[in-house]
């Protein structure tokens, strides 16, 4: 029986798609479409994401084809700067956004996907299922209109905003739509303004906004307050959408070569519960909010990326299904957090009440000038704030002291970065490049005193599950590393990065985020984290 059926083969079912099988999980990917979207749809990837491709192994394609926005800026009118968001500290790897269209960010995963073996059944579409504790059992429509019946073990519905999983579940979508009208065009711009960075231009007819995508060619976005004739906003044409530019954008801005244009309304929805039985949520089809802050298809991929290796644990029999429900656990209040910062930030900007729009234009300037308030906005939305500290599969054992320091790393926060590290390769290399696998990773650092104390042999029933690293400051030939990789850190770096004593325990999931941070070796006391977790000791 195959193990998952995802539907719908968008950036978030591609990258369940890729972690799966990565993972060795069997499973099919479907789509009702003929062929991939040809439209550029969302554009910005970032930081956080950048992290998880490169953990997948595909960064290196989206690096070379995107483009890296290193700013945001905000206007009043075209002149009056509002606000100037920088990416360069930010603390990651990756400190930019790297825009690109989704139909690339998607033929990039379909070609990682295809050295797997795998391709994806198109023009088949989901058309019922039904569950028992055990099996989903789903009908497909073929493109001939013949029907299949089919058995897997999980049904993973990534099939956007109109998901035909949601439905079929008759799940409500709570929330509403935006009351402001948008429309958006694909254009090459004319201006003097650099091109590594968004615009924002805040006039009083509405907004105009401009986001790069490489080759003088931007998605511009505008507010517009016609009346409708009916639900739909309709497409603008080239010349309205040069009349808006004229107006609210810089002074002799040119349009020209469109290859989208098209009028939308913004929706703030989400499911209750993104998991029901042997069926899951992901992405749009269980949560969408307005473009502000290029959120959407981030999330997505995220959502996919802390399903997948639960999915492949349980597959495998090597931890319980009750694993799986910490995803919606876990993921929904990320989207929820999410879903209120993209409603302030649109409500914000697009506010008519001149009292709010008095604060808004005295305010922003002086908070935004300020690192800390800087720094808040780039980790927001760049989502390396993500975290899973309230999750009941991350845990610590730290000081009363460090308990209170909320700034500091605790369990369940995004694992960082270290550079300067000697790896097993004996070359210099950074944390997240040695960090690649799909397993769980234990970093065991221990002081020139505790090697000699250490008895990791109590490791061996963890070692088909776990990848064990003994962090060092210097190679000790004739200590025995049982197994261990050596990563050498002379420099003390992960000991300041993570902020931790000279002897200390951090176990890193597959996703990138800390499940397990100690202030001790204490492999007693790790033992009783990781039997609930893992329900198979193959190495015993």
């Known amino acids: 029986m195959t193990d998952v059926l995802i539907a719908g083969a968008g950036p978030v079912g591609l990258t369940l798609a890729c972690e799966l099988a990565r993972n060795g999980v069997s499973f099919r990917i479907i789509d009702k479409s003929r062929e991939p979207s040809k439209l550029s749809k969302a554009l910005g990837i970032h930081a956080r994401s950048l992290e998880m491709l490169e953990r997948m192994g595909t960064i290196e394609p989206f690096l070379k084809q995107g483009l890296k926005v290193h700013g945001m800026q905000a206007w009043l009118g075209s002149e009056k700067q509002l606000l100037n968001i920088r990416f360069d500290d930010l603390d990651s790897p990756y400190p930019f956004i790297l825009d690109l269209p989704q139909s690339e960010t998607e033929q990039i995963l379909i070609e990682h996907l295809a050295q797997f073996g795998v391709q994806i059944e198109r023009q088949v579409e989901l058309v019922h299922f039904s569950q028992t504790e055990d099996i989903v059992t789903a009908t497909l429509r073929h493109a001939d209109h013949e029907e299949e019946a089919t058995e897997v073990k999980w049904l993973v519905g990534c099939d956007g905003a109109h998901s035909s999983v949601r439905h079929l579940l008759n799940l409500p979508f709570e929330g509403a739509v935006y009351p402001e009208n948008f429309i958006l065009a694909d254009v090459r711009v004319s201006w003097e303004l650099p091109e590594n960075e968004m615009h924002l231009f805040i006039h009083e007819e509405g907004l105009l906004a401009a986001f790069p995508y490489g080759n003088n060619r931007y998605r511009l976005m505008a507010e517009v307050n016609t009346p409708l004739q009916s639900e739909k906003v309709p497409d603008p044409t080239l010349e309205e959408f040069q009349h808006i530019v004229d107006v609210r954008g810089p002074r002799g801005t040119r349009i020209s070569d469109p290859v989208w244009l098209a009028g939308f ?131 610590e054992h730290r000081s009363f002291i460090q308990h209170l320091q909320p700034h500091h790393i605790h369990a369940g926060d995004r694992a960082p970065d270290v550079q300067t590290l000697i790896g097993p390769n004996k070359t210099e290399q950074r944390l997240f490049e040695i960090l690649r696998g799909t397993r769980h990773a234990l970093l065991i650092v221990a002081s020139d005193s505790k090697l000699t104390e250490l008895r990791l042999e109590a490791l061996d029933r963890w070692k088909n599950e776990i990848d064990l690293y003994l962090i060092m400051t210097e190679h000790h030939e004739q200590s025995s590393h049982h197994g261990c990789t050596i990563i050498l850190d002379p420099a003390h770096q992960l000991h300041k990065r993570y902020d931790i004593g000279p002897d200390s325990l951090v176990l890193i999931r597959p996703d990138g985020y800390i499940g397990y941070l100690s202030d001790s070796i204490n492999f007693d006391q790790l033992q009783q984290y990781l039997d609930p977790l893992f329900t198979v000791k193959l190495g015993v």
Do not use: C
């Not at 519960?273 to 307005?290: M, Q």
């Not at 319980?320 to 919606?328: D, F, I, M, N, V």
């Open 265 to 395: 309304r913004s929706h703030l929805r989400h499911v209750k519960e993104t998991r029901h039985g042997k069926v899951f949520l992901a992405g749009d089809a269980s949560h969408i909010h307005s473009p502000a802050g290029g959120q959407g298809m981030n999330t997505g991929m995220q959502d996919a990326f802390n399903l997948a290796w639960k999915l492949a644990l349980v597959a495998r029999g090597s931890a319980a299904e009750s694993l799986l429900q910490t995803y919606s656990l876990e993921r929904l209040p990320v989207a929820h957090s999410v879903l209120k910062m993209t409603d302030t930030m649109i409500k914000m900007i697009t506010t008519k009440n001149r009292i709010t729009q008095k604060l808004r234009n005295q305010l922003a300037p002086f908070l935004t000038s300020r690192e800390v308030v800087q720094k808040r906005i780039r980790n927001q939305i760049s989502e390396i704030a993500i975290n899973y500290r309230n999750s009941p599969i991350v845990q």
